[in-house]
Structures are given as C-alpha cells and as structure tokens.
C-alpha cells in the first residue's frame, strides 16, 4: 500500500484514541490550520505533504478538492524580483568587455551578477563574482538585502582574497545601481590595475 513505516504505527497508536482523524472534518480543520501557518502560501501539494508526516495519508488531488470546497486558494508573494536598478543618477561605465567573454589568463576578466533565492517565505540575493579563465566562482555573498555592502562589496572582497588580478583588469557587471554606487567606482577608479566595464542596455 506503499505507506511508510512511521506513518502506519502513528496511526495505529492514535486510531483508538482519535477516531475522528480519518473523517473530512478533521482533515479539513487541519489542512485549514497548516494553510494559515503557512501565512496562506501552501498549495494542495505541501499541504499534503504535512499531512502525509501526521500520518493522515491522503491524495493531493482530494486535498485540493478540500481546499476548494473552503475557499483556500494559495496566495503566493511575487514570483520574481527585480535586481537590475538601473534608473540611477550614478555615472555608467563603458562596454569594454563587449561579449569577450574568453580569456586565457587567471585574473583579467572578470564578471558579477547579483540574482534572488527563495528561502522560506522571502528572497534572499546572491551575488558572484566570476573569473572568465576558468568560470570559477571567486567570490560571493547571500544577503537578506540589497545594499552595496552586503552584495557586491562583501563578494569583491572575498574574491579579492581568493584570488590576485594582473595589469589590464577588467571586472564587468550590469548597471545596477550596487555597481554603479560611489562605493565601488571610487574603490575601482583608485586602483590603475582595474577596468569597470558595464553592460549596454538591455
């Protein structure tokens, strides 16, 4: 019957004691309390799935029915956040990358990208920064926010200490604004070994 282990003798344990766990009633009050935990997130597959760990072992197609029987439709948070700010008053550095993406030494072209995680209910953003000799992650960082400091900075530093640059460096990015920020232009501007380049639009 493909039930697992656990889930038969919770049951058989608490059968004698709650009888009303197998009736609709009860399942619905509990798919209905997981939902709310859930801050209304949980769609008929994960609230089957908590289910199946209280050892109430249902088809997900019956506890969508249920759910639809309640009026409890899943409200998910947006599915997708924007990182590129680029409508900034920074000033925007050239294309000197230009789709070059080949390079046969250690330490000459390098590139970042901040992009999102969902952790839970929130976004988390991780940002990396790539050498393009060996497309090896040299530094990166998992911020709750998306500060200079906890993004780019935080990954340039730790890529700073992985890995030396050589004369003619060029650290390629978009033109958001983490990258565009005073912070790190000024922190570029004053190394003569360093080259920002940006992306064109779009």
Not at 40 to 48: A, L, N
Not at 81 to 92: A, N, W
Not at 188 to 201: E, G, H, L, P, V
Request: glycine content about 4%; overall charge positive.
């Amino acid at each position: 019957m493909r039930v697992s282990r656990n889930a038969y003798y919770h049951w058989y344990k608490t059968k004698e004691l709650t009888p009303t766990k197998s009736s609709k009633i009860y399942l619905k009050e509990r798919i209905k309390v997981i939902f709310e935990q859930s801050r209304e997130i949980y769609g008929s597959y994960r609230i089957q799935k908590m289910l199946e760990r209280e050892g109430l072992l249902y088809s997900r197609s019956y506890v969508g029915l249920l759910m639809r029987e309640m009026g409890l439709k899943s409200i998910l948070k947006r599915k997708f956040v924007i990182t590129t700010d680029s409508k900034h008053s920074f000033p925007i550095a050239d294309n000197i990358l230009d789709r070059d993406f080949y390079s046969a030494k250690l330490g000459v072209k390098w590139i970042s990208d901040i992009t999102y995680i969902r952790v839970g209910d929130n976004w988390n953003y991780l940002t990396t920064v790539i050498d393009l000799a060996d497309r090896k992650v040299v530094g990166w960082t998992l911020s709750e926010d998306m500060t200079t400091e906890n993004t780019i900075l935080k990954a340039w530093i730790m890529a700073r200490k992985n890995r030396n640059i050589n004369t003619n460096f060029i650290f390629h990015s978009d033109r958001c604004v983490q990258y565009a920020s005073n912070k790190m232009t000024n922190l570029f501007y004053f190394n003569r070994k360093i080259t920002q380049s940006m992306s064109r639009t779009a």
